[in-house]
């Protein structure tokens, strides 16, 4: 399985400038995304950088004022609002997109706590795992999201714990969702 570890310029930069905001400041991350595909074999071009992140709010101005130190682009109050009402918040870094995600769901606190260290390109990194990946696709259920799941399928096969991810979809959907029966079916007939 090849990694995509050939970032380089802005997007290599906003990586190592969020990462080490994060790890400087001890907050529960994972990568997620086509950054995060990339580590599992899938290869798509992005140039953004999307994470689920658990951060409490006491620390939330510390870590944004590193980061508008670091060089993002981003407005403390307004960010901060945004994340305490809404769980989601974009910010940038010279033309990169950064896109945080709250664990509001117990299944985005599955995938954080089954995120792995991976190093791109330099960096360690707390990835998604694929069964994560998948999880979260799932809970999208976008087009886009159902082929990164048939890719995901098809690099992993067997190795990956589905059980896992059913469970943690029937937190959410009921089992006649069409999330299950199209999950059945991608299982039976991988693309490949």
Same mark, same amino acid.
């Given at each position: 399985?090849?990694?995509?570890?050939?970032?380089?310029?802005?997007?290599?930069?906003?990586?190592?400038?969020?990462?080490?905001?994060?790890?400087?400041?001890?907050?529960?991350?994972?990568?997620?995304?086509?950054?995060?595909?990339?580590?599992?074999?899938?290869?798509?071009?992005?140039?953004?950088?999307?994470?689920?992140?658990?951060?409490?709010? &006491? $620390? /939330?101005? *510390?870590?944004? #004022?590193?980061?508008?130190?670091?060089?993002?682009? %981003?407005?403390?109050?307004?960010?901060? +609002?945004?994340?305490?009402?809404?769980?989601?918040?974009?910010?940038?870094?010279?033309?990169?997109?950064?896109?945080?995600?709250?664990?509001?769901?117990?299944?985005?606190?599955?995938?954080?706590?089954?995120?792995?260290?991976?190093?791109?390109?330099?960096?360690?990194?707390?990835?998604?795992?694929?069964?994560?990946?998948?999880? &979260? $696709? /799932?809970? *999208?259920?976008? #087009?886009?999201?159902?082929?990164?799941?048939?890719? %995901?399928?098809?690099?992993?096969?067997? +190795?990956?714990?589905?059980?896992?991810?059913?469970?943690?979809?029937?937190?959410?959907?009921?089992?006649?969702?069409?999330?299950?029966?199209?999950?059945?079916?991608?299982?039976?007939?991988?693309?490949?």
């Amino acid at each position: 399985m090849k990694k995509n570890n050939a970032l380089h310029g802005p997007l290599h930069d906003a990586l190592r400038v969020v990462v080490g905001a994060l790890e400087r400041h001890k907050i529960p991350y994972a990568l997620t995304g086509g950054l995060a595909l990339a580590q599992h074999g899938i290869v798509r071009a992005t140039e953004d950088i999307d994470l689920v992140l658990a951060i409490p709010q &006491l $620390k /939330l101005p *510390a870590v944004l #004022e590193s980061l508008r130190a670091g060089g993002c682009s %981003l407005d403390v109050r307004k960010t901060i +609002r945004a994340w305490l009402e809404h769980h989601i918040v974009q910010m940038e870094f010279r033309g990169v997109r950064i896109d945080w995600l709250a664990p509001v769901l117990p299944a985005f606190q599955s995938v954080l706590k089954s995120a792995v260290v991976r190093p791109i390109a330099g960096i360690p990194v707390r990835v998604a795992s694929a069964e994560g990946l998948i999880l &979260l $696709k /799932l809970i *999208a259920f976008r #087009e886009e999201d159902k082929i990164d799941v048939r890719g %995901l399928l098809a690099v992993h096969e067997a +190795r990956l714990d589905l059980s896992a991810v059913r469970e943690e979809l029937l937190e959410i959907f009921e089992p006649e969702d069409q999330r299950f029966v199209w999950l059945s079916e991608a299982v039976e007939k991988p693309e490949r």
